[in-house]
């Protein structure tokens, strides 16, 4: 007879929690995201290889938690942690890095307009 019962930590589903994160950005809940993101980051980090698609995956989001945020630097080494990572999964010309491109095009245009708006520099899209 044990002494002692185990206590097991409830398994972390990566899926599900990426899904529910996901969720939350396209809700607006940028705040709300934050915490769920970076346990997603730490999960990775942990437990899965160095390139993964899971990995590359959740930099991404991370990316665009910060970039939501107002976050442009953490935003940008997200991003291209998971560019990095989708290069070396897939090659450079896969639909993947193409999202990944985007989403950074899409910060620079942020990075960019801030900058401008500074300097009260006014340009036509």
């Not at 989708?86 to 639909?95: A, C, F, S, T």
Request: aromatic share 8%; charged share 35%; glycine share 4%.
């Amino acid at each position: 007879m044990a002494l002692f019962k185990s206590k097991k930590k409830p398994k972390f589903d990566w899926t599900e929690k990426n899904r529910a994160l996901v969720a939350l950005i396209n809700a607006g809940r940028i705040e709300e995201a934050m915490e769920p993101a970076q346990e997603l980051v730490e999960h990775v980090d942990r437990h899965f290889k160095r390139d993964s698609p899971e990995k590359a995956t959740t930099y991404n989001n991370m990316g665009m938690v910060f970039m939501l945020s107002g976050d442009t630097v953490l935003a940008d080494d997200c991003f291209r942690d998971a560019l990095e990572m989708r290069k070396r999964l897939y090659g450079r010309e896969h639909r993947e890095v193409a999202v990944i491109l985007l989403n950074l095009a899409h910060l620079y245009k942020i990075m960019a307009r801030r900058i401008l708006d500074e300097n009260r520099v006014e340009v036509s899209d």
